[in-house]
């Protein structure tokens, strides 16, 4: 390694161990070759588990549950005519789409940058570092889109007080990136963890229904956790790694009256679009409330909250653009939720291969009987409690660092993650208790088990 003198130094141990996952992360197939490959080989597991007799007793009901083979003639007529349905219902798909469009339009009129750039602009030079990891954090709001917006802007920012860009640029990134799952809004990212969740929840409760603001309180304080661990991290480790810049400073440039005038009405809509939707949870006896008893916790409010935040996006997207005469009519407003949703063609790809394991993997019931043995095993080895759950984070963690190290991969880690869980939880007193408490209760719903894998993320 070589410093900013052209001093080479040796390595230390944990570059080398960052250069060898870097390496491993690289030589990893596309997300949805691994699919592909997964599915695969769950129809070769299916053939031979099924060949040699495999089953287990479902804890409660003493049902016996034995391996279907995919591979038979059943199976394959099951998958061909399956094929099409298992695709258009597979929750993140249509979730994730209608949040896209208002997030999409908000994107490409050019409203997230502007306020991902009046954010860092504003901010004191003693609170750039928090300030910026910050807006990272709540910039995956508009998914990938932080990674290629904010990093250069922080980066000039960086280089105008005297400081080294690199480092910038570095700090930016890895706030996007280590806390894509933290935020203080509901996110498209949260949606499409929803529609996981569900999909995988109905293996046990075919009637579960989630709601995307399960995790609502936990990405608060992660967010503001992470500000300050991330601000030490980048004081102490980062900054110092890069040293003083000795290049020529530039200044980034301030936001034009465009702009300005474009954030203006983007935030009138939005306080205009806030007020609306109090005026209609706040009381009572309000339109988003349950009809029946009043609640706000299974109103329609949070079952709707996909087409809210289709709206809480679209609308001051709309507005800015209109403002900012980023768009003239209605055909180019056309035209970038368009680019938007045509952004996202890998995500409907990845979608449909996803969609096909997870159905092979239910179907063949090898997923069910891995989890019940799998618990069996942890219990006979009275791994339990504590040290169970401190195990699921290490496995979940390792996951993450092979599937994420990808972009994208995220709904795969996170599937991946739930038959993990699946095997901690089941037939032992702590996992049947967790269970209960995951799928019944009305207040948190599935906080326990998905507030464990955003604290892997987060780790």
């Known amino acids: 390694m070589q410093g900013n003198s052209g001093i080479v130094r040796k390595k230390s141990v944990i570059d080398r161990m960052l250069d060898v996952i870097e390496r491993l992360g690289n030589k990893l197939p596309d997300p949805i070759t691994l699919f592909v490959i997964m599915a695969g080989l769950v129809l070769l597991l299916s053939w031979f588990l099924s060949l040699i007799g495999v089953s287990a007793i479902r804890p409660g009901t003493e049902e016996v549950i034995q391996v279907k083979n995919l591979l038979s003639r059943e199976g394959l007529i099951l998958i061909l005519t399956k094929m099409v349905e298992t695709f258009t219902g597979f929750a993140p798909l249509g979730l994730v789409i209608v949040t896209m469009i208002g997030i999409g339009l908000a994107e490409q009129t050019g409203l997230i940058s502007a306020v991902m750039k009046k954010l860092v602009l504003a901010a004191p030079a003693k609170l750039i570092v928090p300030v910026i990891i910050l807006t990272g954090l709540v910039g995956n709001l508009a998914a990938d889109a932080a990674f290629i917006i904010l990093p250069p802007i922080a980066a000039m920012i960086f280089m105008s007080v005297g400081r080294n860009p690199l480092s910038g640029l570095i700090i930016t990134y890895a706030a996007v990136a280590g806390g894509f799952s933290a935020n203080l809004l509901i996110s498209s ?10 999909s995988s929840a109905h293996i046990a409760d075919p009637a579960y229904a989630g709601r995307a603001t399960m995790n609502y309180y936990f990405l608060i304080i992660s967010t503001f956790v992470l500000v300050v661990v991330g601000t030490w991290v980048a004081k102490k480790f980062t900054e110092p790694r890069f040293g003083t810049y000795q290049g020529v400073m530039e200044k980034v440039e301030p936001l034009t009256e465009l702009e300005k005038r474009g954030l203006k009405w983007a935030g009138i809509v939005t306080l205009i679009y806030c007020s609306v939707i109090a005026f209609t949870v706040i009381p009572t006896n309000g339109l988003l409330r349950d009809p029946e008893t009043g609640g706000f916790l299974s109103s329609p409010f949070m079952s709707g ?7 809480f996006f679209l609308l001051p997207g709309l507005a800015y653009g209109i403002a900012a005469k980023e768009v003239k009519n209605d055909k180019e407003v056309a035209e970038k939720i368009f680019k938007s949703i045509s952004d ?8 449909f291969t996803a969609s096909q394991m997870i159905a092979f993997f239910n179907w063949s019931n090898i997923g069910s009987i891995m ?16 040290p169970m759950m401190i195990g699921f984070v290490l496995i979940c963690a390792f996951v993450n660092c092979k599937c994420f190290s990808k972009m994208g991969t ?13 095997l901690f939880t089941s037939n032992n007193a702590d996992g049947l208790s967790c269970r209960r408490f995951y799928y019944k209760s009305d207040y948190t719903d599935a906080t326990i088990f998905c507030d464990s894998i955003i604290l892997c993320k987060t780790l």
């Open 410 to 422: 995220i709904s795969s880690d996170f599937r991946t993650n739930v038959y993990v869980f699946r």
């Open 344 to 351: 996202m063609a890998p995500f409907i790809v990845l979608a």
């Open 305 to 311: 909250i996909v087409p809210i935040m289709l709206f």
């Open 189 to 198: 990212l949260d949606v499409l963890l929803l529609g996981i969740t569900e």
């Open 371 to 386: 989890a019940i043995k799998g618990a069996e095993l942890l219990q006979a080895l009275n791994f339990t409690g504590l």
